[in-house]
């Protein structure tokens, strides 16, 4: 299985990275890093660019993060339609490893504050589809 | 080597819906920056088309545009980074042209972006995102760059009355561009008044989807000086990229690829920030206008708000930016847009601009950013 269910739309499905779906479907979030320099990356890749090794680990994200940005999108493009309004979000977590998400909705809009504490987590979504969502720290 | 210089500039009207095929919508701007040359299109060595694709059905339209322009069969080919892409062209003529490849080159940017709905066009920008990683979630270019308004708000206290405010001046220039969209100039209430599209940006903080063509004519220096009066030489370019994810950027209050691109433009030209007399930016989105001031230097981080508190980016301020109206009045045909940019400091710098001519501007700069900050583009002309 690939990216074909992942988040409220998919374009692509096949990558090499494909496994970070099996771990979502487990409840992960997994980002990798490189065996044989230590780089990690999220969006995970399976790829190392600096050493040219494709010779990488998983590991899990866990831990709290801290809200880096966010907005609240009232008008969402095609297939977001019924989403509208929800909430993007950039959070960045041990590391230094930042992670683009929608903030849960069990947030409300008052309670959002830059700087505020996070954890992320696979969420399903209708249809059987799945994503990760940033809930409170 | 020889200096490279434009020669003309033109742009179509740029409006919601243009009403004419994309070939049509070019002719508009190439016969603009043509008229007054002492030269025709037999005299064009080669063509460059800048856009964005997915907009029309049209696939490859290089071949289209040089073929209705009579431009065949001379070279064409297209370029592309998206909001950008007509200052790359810029770019990619210089480079022709200063290595003696070509004498002139005609640099044909154009979008016809009513051909979708505005829903349709907003999935094609949020797919100008990392698609398996950030497009799934719902993210488009508003979105993306009310993420860096509101880290800057964060970071620096920036209000968004002070973003009201970049709207308030590009709408009072606008008012009098007869090529812009938006000819009405907007209250301070009137803007903060509009529906939130994104937080923190309202309908009045973005820039509109809009129908438009440009075009610039690049020739070789000795060529440019026998085929117009006043030759606007390029002496300075810069162009840098960013990461194609939001989650790979290291700041959201400020654009990296534009502080890059300027840097360049600046140590080619051997100038700086305070030597500028008049500028284009960038501004698809009111907060894109102040982090454009802070990158290029004209304010520091952070401060980039006093210089709209102050209007010192009025006209007739210390450092004039968007006295066109910007991209908030002009609209914004992707492709088109840097061409439009450069026509206006073009313009200035020949003391016929029609909205509001900076006096005795002789140094222009265009800044000119491509989706969400991945790629910048940064030109510095001179009369
Ligand atoms: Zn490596």
């Known amino acids: 299985m690939g990216f074909e269910n992942f988040g409220t739309v998919s374009f692509t499905a096949e990558a090499k990275a494909a496994d970070f779906i099996t771990y979502l479907e487990a409840g992960k979030v997994m980002a990798t890093r490189c065996r044989k320099c230590g780089v990690s990356y999220f969006p995970p890749r399976m790829d190392c660019p600096r050493c040219l090794s494709s010779d990488v680990e998983w590991f899990e994200i866990k831990g709290d993060g801290k809200l880096i940005s966010y907005t609240v999108v009232n008008y969402g493009p095609t297939g977001f339609e019924n989403d509208a309004p929800y909430i993007l979000a950039l959070g960045e977590f041990d590391g230094g490893v930042q992670i683009f998400a929608c903030l849960s909705r069990d947030i409300e809009q008052k309670d959002i504050q830059i700087g505020m504490g996070l954890v992320v987590s696979p969420v399903k979504l209708p249809d059987n589809r799945i994503a990760y969502e940033f809930k409170k720290g | ?383």
């Open chain 2, 1 to 383: 080597m020889e200096d490279v210089a434009i020669a003309g500039a033109g742009q179509s009207v740029f409006s919601r819906k243009c009403g004419v095929s994309i070939r049509e919508l070019c002719f508009e701007a190439f016969k603009e920056a043509m008229e007054g040359l002492d030269i025709t299109g037999d005299d064009i060595d080669a063509s460059i088309i800048c856009s964005a694709p997915e907009y029309d059905k049209q696939r490859s339209p290089a071949g289209l545009i040089s073929e209705y322009l009579e431009l065949t069969p001379k070279p064409s080919f297209y370029v592309e980074t998206v909001c950008s892409s007509s200052s790359t062209g810029l770019r990619v003529a210089w480079s022709l042209v200063k290595a003696g490849l070509h004498r002139v080159v005609a640099v044909i940017g154009f979008q016809k972006m009513s051909e979708l709905t505005s829903r349709e066009a907003a999935e094609r920008m949020g797919r100008g995102g990392d698609i398996i990683w950030e497009s799934p979630f719902g993210l488009t270019m508003p979105a993306g760059y009310a993420m860096y308004a509101r880290a800057h708000m964060a970071k620096y206290g920036t209000t968004e009355e002070q973003l009201a405010k970049v709207r308030v001046k590009n709408s009072h220039y606008g008012a009098s561009n007869p090529k812009a969209t938006y000819r009405k100039e907007l209250s301070l209430d009137e803007i903060l008044g509009s529906e939130v599209v994104t937080s923190p940006l309202k309908k009045f903080d973005c820039c509109a989807n809009a129908d438009g063509s440009s075009c610039i004519i690049v020739a070789r220096g000795d060529v440019a000086k026998g085929i117009t009066d006043v030759p606007i030489w390029i002496i300075g370019l810069g162009a840098a990229t960013d990461t194609m994810t939001m989650s790979g950027r290291e700041s959201l209050t400020g654009l990296r690829c534009a502080q890059e691109a300027g840097k360049q433009a600046y140590q080619m030209a051997g100038i700086g920030a305070q030597d500028i007399d008049v500028a284009e930016v960038h501004d698809c989105f009111t907060i894109s206008e102040i982090l454009a001031y802070e990158d290029l230097g004209f304010a520091k981080p952070g401060e980039g708000v006093g210089l709209i508190e102050e209007k010192q980016t009025y006209a007739d301020g210390k450092m004039p930016v968007n006295v066109d109206g910007g991209l908030l009045s002009k609209g914004h045909p992707i492709g088109a847009t840097g061409g439009s940019q450069i026509r206006t400091i073009v313009h200035q710098l020949r003391g016929q601009a029609t909205e509001a001519q900076v006096k005795g501007a002789e140094i222009g700069l265009v800044h000119n950013i491509g989706g969400i900050g991945q790629y910048g583009n940064v030109t510095i002309l001179r009369r």
